[in-house]
Nanobody
């Protein structure tokens, strides 16, 4: 059974940082791209970032320069480091591998 489990979300003040993790089980992560998406209340889910098998990251324009992405294939984990967070980054964050999604982790940026 394939499972993706996100963690690391929480409440943070504007300008703060969080590191999200996505742990994969039940399937091979190495060789595949892993994506992060987010969905704010009342809005459509949007792509945020991805990391390919070679470890190269790509980012949405709205987060470029503030987020970094990395992967540890031995631990079957992808990390999303989020810096300089803004209130508009508030959303549920989901990781995706192939056709599989995690359950999401909530990020709230507020004073």
């Amino acid at each position: 059974q394939v499972q993706l489990v996100e963690s690391g979300g929480g409440l943070v003040q504007p300008g703060g940082s969080l590191r999200l993790s996505c742990v994969v089980s039940g399937t091979i992560m190495s060789g595949n791209t892993v994506d992060w998406y987010r969905q704010a209340p009342g809005q459509e889910r949007e792509w945020v970032a991805s990391i390919g098998f070679a470890g190269i990251g790509n980012f949405a324009r709205s987060v470029r320069g503030r987020l970094t992405i990395s992967r540890d294939d031995a631990k079957k984990t992808v990390y999303l480091q989020m810096n300089s967070l803004k209130p508009e980054d508030t959303a549920a964050y989901y990781c995706k591998l192939l056709s599989f999604w995690g359950q999401g982790t909530q990020v709230t940026v507020s004073t």
